[in-house]
Nanobody, 120 residues
Framework: VQLQASGGGLVQAGGSLRLSCAAS????MGWFRRAPGKERDFVAA??????TTDYADSVKGRFTVSRDGNMVSLQMNNLKPEDSAVYYC????????????????????WGQGTQVTVSS
């Protein structure tokens, strides 16, 4: 599976960014992030069929994951400095239509990561 993530950048607190991830097929997808000195954490996921989504508590109400075919997007609003991290999209080749996956181990394919920096 080839994954190409894009859309990161520098934004002020309260601003918005939209990340996109182009996959070479249709899979259950996840977004994770790694801040400096921290582990890679779950951010959001969307099912293969697109009908189910879920989010980490820290981003609920601010981030929205969506998909259009093989393209998955993460709309990030009201960004906070603590959202600064490298964001990764990931694919689960064995996903079922409505499945949502939260663990790093659930995903076998990862994009290269895109940096998001939120200034205060």
């Amino acid at each position: 599976v080839q994954l190409q993530a894009s859309g990161g950048g520098l934004v002020q607190a309260g601003g918005s960014l939209r990340l996109s991830c182009a996959a070479s097929g249709r899979y259950g997808m996840g977004w994770f992030r790694r801040a400096p000195g921290k582990e890679r954490d779950f951010v959001a996921a969307i099912s293969k069929g697109g009908s189910t989504t879920d989010y980490a508590d820290s981003v609920k109400g601010r981030f929205t994951v969506s998909r259009d075919g093989n393209m998955v997007s993460l709309q990030m609003n009201n960004l906070k400095p603590e959202d600064s991290a490298v964001y990764y999209c990931a694919a689960n080749r064995r996903s079922i239509s409505s499945g949502i996956y939260y663990r790093i181990a659930d995903y076998g394919d990862w994009g290269q990561g895109t940096q998001v920096t939120v200034s205060s």
